[in-house]
């Protein structure tokens, strides 16, 4: 792997590690699913990279084939995530996880 | 009312803790990434070296829809799966569209409708040969269809509903249609006869685009939209 799609690669895991820590600490649903996202977004940067062949050559095409349902596939989910919060929203009145009731 | 607030960003004992493995976390991948062994090439090169014989030019609208096709296909079944799930929550939108108080964006939309179907004939037919297909057409034709849905140029709501099952469907009956054919025809799944792969991966393409579209508008919209009669 070349200098740029090393940093690209990079990049991408450091977005995957922002995500993961959005989705883990908070407790609005909200910022759960835009943590999932973000998460999402770094993989497929991480794919990108390691697609990448230098300037000369045309890049991998199966991660690339890869990316392009996986977007769609995230926009589904992030639509379906934002029904069930509302869902949730409608029926608690939070749109978040509360704590475990301890009795 | 719960008893804390999701804006709180103090860093409480659990959040460092989750802060610390995702950093740990962050430093293995990398390491794995950067590290990783130099064979890579195994599927790129095969599948290049196959590319004359999947129907089509661009090596990843082949992996896509030859190749890799049962991924596809499973993939067209997500998205369904993601609208009957959004619709056994709640069948109808949360909000209402109301009609614009100007005419100037139903007249916009009834210019733009048609060049955007042509558009997306178009990234779809680019697919075979160049960057384009199946999603980024769909991406037009759901642009569209919220484009259609804000300016509320409206079809009644059973017609609607039937309109809009019928194209949700369709990609996964021509995808599932195509395979079972292909499967009595040719006796394996997903695999196209030599010579006229291209013609079937249109179809295939044609149907899933339609479908991509809609569901892609669907999940913008949230369920079916309604219109409220009162103007803005």
Known sequence: MNDSAALYAVAGVILFGMGIYALVAYPHLLRKILGMNVMGIGVFAVFVALAYRGPDQPPDPVPHALVITGIVVAVCATGLGLTLATRLKALTGVAQLTPDQED | MPDFYDDDARLTRPRIVA????????????????TAPGDLERLNLVARERLTESGVANPVTAVLLNFRGYDTLLEVAVLLLAVIGIWSMARYARV???VPDTPVLAAFVRLVLPLMVLVSGYLLWLGADAPGGAFQGGAVLGGMGILWIAAAVWLPDFQFQRFARVMLVLGLIAFVGASTLLLALEGSFMEYPAGEAKNWILVIESAAMISIGMTLMMLFVGGIPRLNEGTV
Do not use: F
């Not at chain 2, 493995?21 to 950067?34: G, R």
């Open chain 2, 96 to 98: 209402w569209i109301k």
């Open chain 2, 19 to 34: 802060l610390a493995l995702s950093a740990a976390l962050v430093a293995l991948l990398s390491l794995i990434i950067l």
